[in-house]
């Protein structure tokens, strides 16, 4: 049985990323990663891919005219790299319709909050001066709006009276290095199922 190509797109350490390959290393996960691909040429996802022998692509936004120029190019290494599903791991830019039109609900993200709640950057500080009891992670597919494409997984965390951004975030992280490769798997064993906004689980 083939297993599903993944591209991972990332702009950061790639802690994703990395649960995302020991996940595949240990048998959990049907998948073999194609190409991870950032848009900043030095960060550590790059090396985390390297070392894994993982083939990786950088593409810097400055080298290009507009978000749908750059999002074409995105598409066309993507496409010869025969990707099925493309994750999102920490890829801080907003992806256009040009993406969107070429993977349609064959792109995944997580957010470190529990969507529809607290869309956007910054929201464990958001979640923890609205005064919100819990927050969590939420894996979605990914839609022309910001954070607002159907939901397919979440996790949730308790905030405490004590908890600095640095701490909630911290918690956020294992839970969400936790339910990404569940949302994958669950995707590459064809059990996604998306009705309206839903997404069911078959």
Same mark, same amino acid.
């Given at each position: 049985?083939?297993?599903?190509? @993944?591209?991972?797109?990332?702009?950061?350490?790639?802690?994703?990323?990395?649960?995302?390959?020991?996940?595949?290393?240990?048998?959990?996960?049907?998948?073999?990663?194609?190409?991870?691909?950032?848009? !900043?040429?030095?960060?550590?996802? @790059?090396?985390?891919?390297?070392?894994?022998?993982? =083939? $990786?692509? $950088?593409?810097?936004? =400055?080298?290009?005219?507009?978000? +749908?120029?750059?999002? $074409?190019?995105?598409?066309?290494?993507?496409?010869?790299?025969?990707? +099925? @599903?493309?994750?999102?791991?920490?890829?801080?830019?907003?992806?256009?319709?040009?993406?969107?039109?070429?993977?349609?609900?064959?792109?995944?993200?997580?957010? /470190?909050?529990?969507?529809?709640?607290?869309?956007?950057?910054?929201?464990?500080? !958001?979640?923890? +001066?609205?005064?919100? !009891?819990?927050?969590?992670?939420?894996?979605?597919?990914?839609? +022309?709006?910001?954070? $607002?494409? /159907?939901?397919?997984?979440?996790?949730?965390? /308790?905030?405490?009276?004590?908890?600095?951004?640095?701490?909630?975030?911290? &918690?956020?992280?294992?839970?969400?290095?936790?339910?990404? /490769?569940?949302?994958?798997? @669950?995707?590459?064993?064809?059990?996604?199922?998306? &009705?309206?906004?839903?997404?069911?689980? =078959?």
């Amino acid at each position: 049985m083939s297993k599903l190509r @993944l591209g991972v797109l990332a702009s950061g350490s790639g802690s994703n990323l990395q649960a995302i390959i020991d996940s595949i290393k240990c048998g959990n996960l049907p998948c073999e990663i194609a190409v991870v691909i950032s848009d !900043k040429p030095d960060v550590y996802a @790059l090396k985390r891919a390297e070392l894994h022998g993982i =083939k $990786t692509e $950088t593409v810097q936004s =400055k080298t290009f005219q507009n978000r +749908e120029a750059f999002d $074409t190019e995105l598409v066309r290494i993507l496409k010869d790299h025969n990707v +099925e @599903l493309v994750v999102l791991a920490g890829f801080m830019r907003v992806v256009t319709r040009i993406l969107i039109n070429a993977f349609p609900m064959r792109i995944m993200n997580i957010h /470190p909050a529990l969507l529809p709640s607290f869309p956007g950057l910054h929201v464990q500080k !958001k979640a923890i +001066e609205y005064g919100a !009891k819990f927050s969590g992670c939420t894996v979605h597919f990914v839609d +022309e709006g910001i954070d $607002t494409g /159907p939901i397919i997984i979440q996790a949730v965390v /308790p905030v405490n009276d004590n908890d600095t951004e640095e701490t909630l975030s911290a &918690r956020i992280l294992k839970e969400e290095h936790r339910i990404y /490769p569940c949302a994958i798997k @669950l995707f590459a064993k064809g059990r996604l199922e998306v &009705r309206d906004r839903r997404v069911i689980v =078959k």
